[in-house]
Structures are given as C-alpha cells and as structure tokens.
C-alpha cells in the first residue's frame, strides 16, 4: 500500500517536519506533484534545512526517495539543492531516484512566469516566479521536455524548438528577461542530472510495492491551492489533493492506503486570492510573529488567519483523509480567546459549503469562540499533559471534520509531536 501525506490548506502545514519523522516506518517517500514551488522545512541536529523538489525523506538514512512523473523539476534548482545537501548527507545521490517522465522548468518557463504575473497587474496569482505554471502549460498543451530526453541524442534541438516558441510568447509580452544567464547554468544542470538515477518509476515503484515495501507520497502545496478545487485562478497548477498521487506517480487507487491530512492549528496563505477567515489587524500579525510566518521560498509574509473548518471539511471531503495532523498549535499560546470558523454567511445566507464564488462573494466567516489554553503547549512532551482546554479545541475539530487528529506537533523539531494514544 502507499500511504498519502498531504496539506489540507494554503500550504506551508508543515509537512517537511512531519514526512521527515514519519519516514522513519516507510522505505520510500516519493514526491507526485509541484516542483520547487514549494519549501519545505525540517531541522537535522539543529540545522535548518529547507527542501524544494527532492523529498523529505532524505535524512532517514534507510529511506529511498522518488521524484515522480507529476513534478515539475527545474534542473538549476534540483542541482543547487542537491549539491548542498551533499555537504551533509553525501549518500543522498545514491538514494534519489528521478521518474523518466517528469517535466523540466526551462530558464525561459520563469520568465514566462515573471511575465505574466507582470501583465496581471494588480491582479497577480502571487506567483512563486518558479516557471510553475508555464512548465504545466506546456505538459498539458504536448510541447513539454522530459527528464528521459535529456539522454536522447537531440535535446538540445528539442530545448532550442522550445525555447523559441517561448521567446515569441516573450515578445508579445514586451517582457525584457535575462534567460539568456540562465541558460549556461542550465547546460550545467542538465549535465549533472544525467547522472543521477533515471527510472522507469511506474514500474520502478510497482516493484517496490510487490516486494512489500512501505511508501509515503509526500504532497506539495495545499488542497486550497489545487489547480481543480483551490480557489481558481488563485491556485497552483497542479493536482495537490489524494487524487494526484495515481496521476503523479502511476499508482492505482487501489493501493492507496492512509491519507494523512496536515492542518496548522489556525490558517495562512501566502500570496493574493480569497481566505475567509484572514486576520488583517493586531491579531493577525501576533500569529505571523508567534509562528514565525515568513515564507520558505520566497521570504514574503504569511497572511494569517483562525482555522476555516468549512475549508478543511471540504479538503478532508475532497482526499478522503483518514487521519488530521495538526501543527504549530504551540503558536496559539499566550492567546487569551480563539476562534474557529464554522460556516459563511454569503448575502445573508449561511451555509457551511465552500462555495464556487469564493473569489467574488461578500462573503462573512462564523465564528465558534474558544478559552485560550490554562498552560502551554510548547512544553508538553506526552498528549495526556496537554491542556484540557486544547484537547476540547481538538474534539470539536474532530466532530466537525468526522475525522481523528492522530498527531499534535508543538514545536519545530522532529521530535516535537504528541502521538494521541488510540488514535494513529
Ligand atoms: P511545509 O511547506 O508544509 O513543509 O511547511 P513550511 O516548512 O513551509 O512551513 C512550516 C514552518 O513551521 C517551518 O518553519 C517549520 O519549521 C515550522 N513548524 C512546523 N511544525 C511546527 C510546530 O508544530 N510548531 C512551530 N512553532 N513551528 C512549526
Ligand atoms: P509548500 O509545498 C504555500 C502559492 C503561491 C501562489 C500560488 C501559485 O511549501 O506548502 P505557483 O508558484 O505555484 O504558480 O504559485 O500558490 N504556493 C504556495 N503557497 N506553500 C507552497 O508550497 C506553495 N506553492 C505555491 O504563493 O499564491
Ligand atoms: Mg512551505
């Protein structure tokens, strides 16, 4: 079986820290989907690291890691991350293994990215600028380049057709980029790439799986930012929901086992779109200072807001989540009163459905208030010192959700998560 892991919001769960101390019951961890979009945070002996396409399994010394067929990789970006954790973990080559059929992120996918957010105006999806959304584009309108090609003998005249057709795009956009000092690093990348190893990653991972092996699929991005059911056009450009793993990775629906679902205790996004229950006041900026709520990748403050349960029972809905991990809730110390949302009000009219017209509704959250905690969080180290008044935060999560919380994480270490007895 492969088991799923995967964020229920905006992103940014913290979903390194959590597949980095779960990797430990599994034998591969395999990324399905995004590219270096997204960052993901774990902490090695007390060192930060923050990983952007190799997955977070690389620091659990028995587990293999897979790039699968859904991601989109950008080979400067995988060389310069891969080269730094050599430094400190120089078997991880050796454990990292690239699907044939993953799409590249060519110099000139940036500056399409760059481009277009520039032409969007104030309108902008808040983009990464990481080529994301162009590289897609060119998977789904067949023009793509693949990992595979880059061992045929023409793929610099395959990157040449490519790169043409995205130069004329350019001059449409009278977008001025400096692709061109990003090519020879590219040629750089490419070259080191074709030694690492290339599989044949369907058939790879069905071995694995018949040999009994247990996989994890690590999941990018959050639900909210799903291409499909995120609040479009303010969403990423993949599948980032359970779904995605069979698309991302050639497994069958079938051989999906847990779904594991990320939620921090309270809610951010980062970049524009709707988010119902942001805090743009005092309280808002306590929780960007308290959880630290500055981007991965691009450094950008985190918008920050209460816990949207009409969002997360949607997500829950939408991945068949089968058990909520919920992070960061050591944040919510020294916060007198919290509230979570329990439905919209859209024109008058409550409902407790996310709705199609997120984006343009006058749309008000309810709030269900809460006491803040009599003692901190931060300092348990087992689930039953956990304050009683968190633990009733957390049943009405449960009941709301119709689904367990079987893990709290209360700080960033890797060994900072309280297993509810029962419940995993
Ligand atoms: P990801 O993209 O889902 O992997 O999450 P990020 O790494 O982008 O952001 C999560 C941030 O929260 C990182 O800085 C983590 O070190 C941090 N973090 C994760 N879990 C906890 C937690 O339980 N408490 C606190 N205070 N920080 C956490
Ligand atoms: P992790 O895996 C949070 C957001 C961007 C932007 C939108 C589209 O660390 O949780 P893109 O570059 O994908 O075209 O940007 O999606 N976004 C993320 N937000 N965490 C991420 O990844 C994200 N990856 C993309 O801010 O709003
Ligand atoms: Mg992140």
Redesign the pocket.
């Known amino acids: 079986m492969i088991d799923v892991l995967l964020?229920l919001q905006w992103?940014?769960?913290?979903?390194?820290?959590i597949v980095d101390y779960l990797a430990a019951n599994y034998d591969i961890i395999a990324r399905f989907q995004g590219g270096p979009n997204?960052?993901?945070?774990?902490?090695v002996d007390g060192q930060?690291v923050?990983l952007r396409t190799i997955p977070?399994g690389v620091f659990q010394a028995h587990c293999l890691n897979l790039i699968g067929n859904g991601v989109v990789i950008d080979p400067v970006s995988l060389k310069a991350e891969l080269s730094q954790l050599v430094q400190i973990r120089p078997d991880v080559p050796g454990r990292l293994f690239l699907s044939q059929k993953a799409h590249l992120i060519l110099p000139t996918h940036r500056a399409l990215d760059a481009a277009s957010e520039a032409a969007k105006g104030a309108d902008k999806i808040g983009s990464t600028l990481k080529g994301i959304g162009p590289a897609y584009m060119d998977k789904t309108g067949r023009n793509g380049l693949r990992v595979g090609d880059i061992l045929s003998g023409d793929f610099n005249k395959k990157y040449e057709q490519l790169k043409q057709k995205h130069l004329a795009m350019l001059k449409q956009y009278d977008y001025e980029a400096d692709w061109k000092e990003w090519e020879a690093e590219f040629f750089d990348a490419i070259a080191y790439m074709r030694d690492l190893q290339i599989v044949n990653a369907e058939y790879w991972l069905d071995k694995q799986l018949k040999a009994g092996k247990k996989i994890l699929a690590e999941g990018?991005q959050g639900s909210m930012l799903d291409i499909d059911y995120g609040t479009y056009p303010f969403v990423t450009s993949s599948n980032t929901i359970a779904s995605g793993v069979c698309n991302g990775l050639g497994v069958a629906p079938s051989r999906i086992g847990e779904v594991y679902g990320?939620s921090k205790a309270y809610c951010t996004r980062v970049g524009s779109g709707p988010f119902p229950t942001e805090l743009d006041n005092e309280i808002g900026e306590a929780l960007r200072k308290a959880?630290?709520e500055f981007?991965?990748v691009t450094g950008r403050s985190r918008r920050c807001g209460w816990i949207d349960l009409v969002a997360l029972r949607y997500t829950v809905m939408l991945s068949g989540v089968t058990k909520i991990i919920l992070?960061?809730?050591?944040?919510l110390d020294g916060f007198a009163e919290l509230n979570a949302g329990v439905a919209y009000m859209i024109d008058g009219e409550r409902t407790e459905e996310f709705p199609f017209e997120v984006c343009t509704a006058n749309l008000q959250p309810v709030y269900q208030q809460f006491k803040g905690w009599e003692k901190p969080i931060s300092t348990c180290s087992e689930y039953e010192e956990l304050p009683q008044s968190f633990k009733d935060y957390c049943s009405f999560v449960e009941q709301y959700l119709g689904t367990d919380i079987a893990y709290i994480?209360?700080?960033?270490g890797r060994d900072?998560l309280l297993v509810n007895p029962g419940k995993n």
Do not use: M, P, R
Not at 327 to 331: G, I
């Open positions: 964020g992103g940014d769960e913290g979903k390194g820290k997204a960052g993901h945070t774990l902490y930060k923050v977070s990018a990320i959880g630290n981007g991965a992070t960061k809730a050591d944040v994480s209360n700080g960033t900072q």
